[in-house]
C-alpha cells in the first residue's frame, strides 16, 4: 500500500501498541490498518451485538480469507482473548469492538500484549468513550465527494489523541486502482480553488 507521508508518521498504526478509534467509518479505518501488513487478522466481538462484520464486504481493502471473527459471550471475554492473541503474535493484527468502556488495567494489559507479541491491536470504541492507556485514537467518517467522483472512499480521518505526536485531521481516498491511500485537500484549499467558499 502507498502511503503519502503527510500521514506516514501515524499511519500505518505502530506495531507493539494498541489504537482506538471511534466513528462511522471506523470499520473501514480498521480494514486499513489491518491491510497495511501481512498475515491474519483477528476480529473480535461479542456474539450479542445485532451488526455483523461481513468479511466479503471488506475484499476490496483485505482479503477475507485473512479475517478470522471471533464471537464471544461479554466484553471481558473479548479483553481476554485480544489479550491473549495479542501476545501470543500468530495474528499481527487484532481488532477488538469494545461496548463500554476500558479501566486503565483493562488497557495497561493489552498494551503490554501487544508489546509482549509483537501486535498491533486496534479497539474499535463508541464516540467518546475512550481509555487512557491507548496510543492513539482516531476518529473517521466518511466525507461527501464535491467533485463528483464515482466512489465512496473519500473519508476524514482525525487523530484526536496521539501519546507520540501531534493531534491532526486528513481527508483521505482509498483507491482501489493502485492499492494506495492518498490525502486530498479539501476543495476550498486545493490549488487554482483560492476563491472558492470556504
Keep these: 500500500m502507498w502511503i503519502d507521508p503527510a500521514l506516514s508518521g501515524c499511519f500505518p498504526l505502530r506495531q507493539t501498541r494498541v489504537h482506538e478509534v471511534c466513528g462511522p467509518g471506523a470499520a473501514a479505518f480498521c480494514a486499513l490498518a489491518a491491510a497495511s501488513g501481512t498475515g491474519p487478522v483477528l476480529w473480535v466481538v461479542e456474539s450479542h451485538r445485532t451488526e455483523r462484520l461481513n468479511p466479503v464486504g471488506l475484499a476490496p481493502l483485505l482479503p477475507p480469507e485473512r479475517v478470522l471473527m471471533v464471537r464471544t459471550g461479554s466484553q471481558t471475554d473479548s479483553l481476554a482473548v485480544a489479550e491473549e492473541a495479542l501476545k501470543d503474535g500468530a495474528a499481527p493484527f487484532v481488532a477488538i469492538e469494545i461496548s463500554a468502556p476500558l479501566d486503565l488495567r483493562e488497557g495497561r494489559r493489552l498494551q503490554l500484549a501487544a508489546r509482549a507479541g509483537g501486535t498491533t491491536g486496534l479497539c474499535l470504541i463508541p464516540e467518546g468513550m475512550g481509555s487512557n492507556a491507548a496510543e492513539t485514537r482516531w476518529r473517521a467518517a466518511p466525507l461527501f465527494d464535491p467533485t463528483g467522483a464515482m466512489d465512496s472512499t473519500l473519508m476524514r480521518w482525525e487523530i484526536i489523541k496521539n501519546k507520540e505526536g501531534t493531534i491532526r485531521a486528513w481527508h483521505v481516498r482509498w483507491t482501489p486502482e493502485t492499492g494506495g491511500l ?12 483560492q476563491d472558492a467558499p470556504g
Design 182 to 193: 492518498h490525502v486530498v485537500s479539501p476543495v476550498a484549499e486545493r490549488p487554482g480553488s
